[in-house]
């Protein structure tokens, strides 16, 4: 079945770093590819998404690339802040589907100041 | 507010009793979603809904029981609740398209004594 795996948390970087979170998938048809973000005591909000392979998503300093090649789609932002501080969760939904994400388990993300 | 809703935001119950879950949307999606999120599992899918009065089931539907008789509320029910369906509880919409943003509300925490 489809499925997204995501980089085993937590993560701690200090403020100014280079942010990677990794995610690779496993999907049957063409996904849409998502990074949700999810700050303490909230729902998730959508951070990113791409649609279609080599399209790259961006948002707030946060960026992935669709990588069909690779079936990856890693978040990256070269300067993390403090307000970066959430759980960050990497999604798929099938075109055709019924549009039900299909999640990674999510990588807490610490940034110290 | 256009949104989407969850009531209560916590809930603390017992074995064995039922418990309604409520979830209000207010821009009239088509699709409504029901997930759970636990520690190392991300979000999991219990059930969906394309329309009004059609509903199906998601990767973890037992236990739970589902309804949609208006376009804007999808409650879930927890027919007798168990230690197990402990967990926080996401209601999302979603109008469309497979590439469109899925929304999420603000969760329900759920304790089962």
């Known amino acids: 079945g489809d499925s997204v795996t995501q980089m085993e948390g937590p993560v701690t970087l200090s403020e100014e770093a280079f942010l990677t979170i990794n995610c690779t998938y496993t999907?049957?048809?063409?996904?849409?590819l998502f990074w949700y973000v999810q700050y303490p005591g909230e729902g998730l909000q959508l951070l990113l998404k791409a649609t279609k392979a080599d399209d790259k998503g961006s948002n707030k300093g946060f960026e992935a690339t669709y990588r069909k090649e690779t079936t990856s789609f890693h978040l990256e932002k070269g300067s993390v802040q403090v307000s970066d501080s959430a759980v960050y969760f990497c999604?798929?939904?099938?075109?055709?589907?019924?549009?039900?994400?299909?999640f990674g388990s999510g990588t807490q993300l610490t940034v110290l100041p | 507010d256009a949104g989407i809703t969850q009531s209560p935001r916590y809930k603390i119950t017992e074995t064995g009793r039922q418990v309604t879950l409520m979830c209000h949307q207010t821009w009239s999606h088509s699709y409504m979603f029901w997930y759970r999120q636990d520690l190392g599992h991300g979000l999991r899918l219990i059930y969906y809904s394309a329309a009004a009065d059609i509903t199906d089931k998601g990767e973890v539907p037992d236990g739970y029981v589902v309804s949609r008789s208006k376009t804007e509320n999808f409650p879930l029910t927890l027919e007798s609740a168990t230690r197990s369906q402990t967990s926080v509880y996401f209601c999302a919409s979603i109008s469309g398209g497979s590439t469109d943003t899925q929304y999420f509300g603000p969760g329900t925490r759920l304790t089962v004594l």
């Open positions: 999907a049957t048809g063409y996904p849409s």
């Open positions: 999604a798929l939904i099938l075109s055709g589907s019924a549009r039900q994400l299909t």
